[in-house]
């Protein structure tokens, strides 16, 4: 069974940084891409961030270009996204997702609030 656990969401001050983490189960990790999108309050999803299969890869929304960092540790089958310089716009909850497989975390809510 696939599995994504996504943590690290929070509260925090705009202008500040969160690290999420998605630690991933039940497919062969270093054989997919991986994504993080997220969803605003009473908005659609919005793609966030791709890493490719070794990390070599990245890519990001104009929005978070410059703020957001994507990483991955194959080893330990764990997904990261570093996100600094926080806007309130970013607030959202974040998911890690498989987009081959179809399969999304639960997510974890960040709030960028003052």
């Known amino acids: 069974e696939v599995r994504l656990v996504e943590l690290g969401g929070g509260l925090v001050q705009p202008g500040g940084s969160l690290r999420l983490s998605c630690a991933a189960s039940?497919?062969?990790?270093?054989?997919?891409?991986m994504t993080w999108v997220r969803q605003a309050p009473g908005k659609g999803l919005e793609w966030v961030s791709r890493?490719?299969?070794?990390?070599?890869?990245?890519s990001y929304a104009d929005s978070v270009k410059g703020r957001f960092t994507i990483s991955r540790d194959n080893a330990k089958k764990m997904l990261y996204l570093q996100m600094n310089s926080l806007k309130p716009e970013d607030t959202a909850v974040y998911y890690c997702?498989?987009?081959?497989?179809?399969?999304r975390g639960q997510g974890t809510q960040v709030t960028v609030s003052s």
């Open positions: 890493i490719s299969t070794d990390g070599g890869g990245t």
């Open positions: 997702t498989v987009s081959a497989l179809k399969a």
């Open positions: 039940g497919f062969t990790f270093s054989s997919f891409d």
